[in-house]
């Protein structure tokens, strides 16, 4: 365990295996789901509705993921309706399936159910030329661009897509289910609209990836918005959520183990970011730098090309806030370089 993460209490030291469902607090409870990748799973809720239980998110596309939900239902799971927190394949993957299978409705953020269905219907836009010079102009090497290229098509194998009706979930409104009222919090940084729920009765902030335990979800900028800011929006949210939310709530996340100390986790994640820049900032006060090179000075491990695709991404959001903040400037050129302002 490191030092951040110690000052958290872990209820639940171990979660239920892959595949199997454990009580995590009244009337709900706790399926994980195992993912073919280094994240290795996710955690999905279900959550008590009356005859039956709301599913909060599917796992992905896959087919031991399948063969895991039709185990439960034909063990009695009586689904009555799917929640899903952001666009992220490991949250949606099986949507279209889950609600075709068992005949309910969707509820997300509009954002986010828009973004996937761009992702979805828009294929040509995946990889287009203005993608390839947005990394190139960046600093990546060529062989590695060519490799990101190909991720957003990577992403439709691991869903089934979106139905074509769903139910908005609007930050501040109430969800009402049988048994409890859920206020809805959204967020951007991790994804556009991200959905969040706050059992204020059950003392329970089902938060999806923005508030995880030992990891810190990715914030990156994407080609799709090349001057986005999402680690100002990221930051916003966790001062919103610091804000709204007591610090004694059990807090679900999607991965990693359900923790107490909401506010702790809040500031440290704050910090970590904190820490990203102050690096950004010292390496750019050397020399100017690309995007590409400030990779080096924010993860101090060898990464393989997906993670350096992830890195890629998170050291423009750092910039981009930087940038937007007035405390780096671009030298213009055919590589784009930032200096200390
Ligand atoms: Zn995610």
Redesign the pocket.
């Known amino acids: 365990m490191d030092a951040s993460i110690a000052s958290l209490d872990f209820p639940v030291p171990e979660a239920p295996a892959p595949g199997s469902v454990t009580a995590i607090a009244p009337g709900v409870r706790w399926l994980r789901l195992a993912l073919p990748f280094a994240l290795d799973h996710v955690n999905i809720y279900l959550i008590a509705d009356g005859e039956g239980e709301a599913v909060l998110d599917t796992g992905i596309a896959d087919e031991p993921t399948r063969a895991v939900w039709e185990t439960l239902l034909s063990g009695g799971l009586r689904p009555t309706r799917l929640i899903l927190t ?1 666009f ?1 394949p ?2 949606i993957g099986l949507a279209n399936w889950l609600v075709g299978r068992c005949g309910i409705n969707v509820s997300m953020p509009l954002t986010e159910y828009l973004f996937a269905q761009h992702l979805t219907h828009n294929r040509e836009a995946l990889g287009s030329p203005t993608h390839h010079d947005f990394y190139t102009r960046n600093g990546l090497p060529e062989t590695e661009a060519a490799l990101l290229m190909g991720r957003g098509h990577h992403y439709l194998r691991m869903t089934t897509g979106l139905p074509p009706m769903f139910r908005r979930l609007r930050a501040g409104e109430t969800l009402r289910l049988a048994e409890r009222s859920l206020q809805v919090f959204t967020g951007g940084g ?2 556009p609209e991200q959905a969040m729920l706050w059992d204020r009765g059950g003392s329970l902030f089902f938060a999806a ?1 923005q508030v995880l335990a030992k990891i810190s ?2 914030i990156s900028v994407w080609p799709q918005e090349p001057d986005a800011d999402p680690l100002g929006l990221y930051l916003e949210s966790l001062a919103a959520l610091r804000a709204a939310i007591p610090a004694d709530v059990l807090v679900l996340p ?1 991965h990693n183990l359900p923790f107490r100390g909401l506010h702790e986790r809040l500031g440290q994640l704050a910090d970590h970011h904190q820490a990203r820049c102050d690096a950004v900032a010292r390496a750019c006060a050397e020399a100017p730098r690309t995007v590409y090179e400030l990779i080096a000075f924010m993860f101090h491990r060898k990464l393989d090309a997906h993670q350096t695709g992830f890195a890629f991404g998170e050291a423009m959001a750092h910039v981009n806030y930087m940038v937007t903040r007035g405390d780096l400037v671009m030298v213009p050129g055919d590589v784009r370089r930032f200096r200390l302002a």
């Open positions: 952001h992220h490991d949250h991790h994804a990836d979800p990715n999607a």
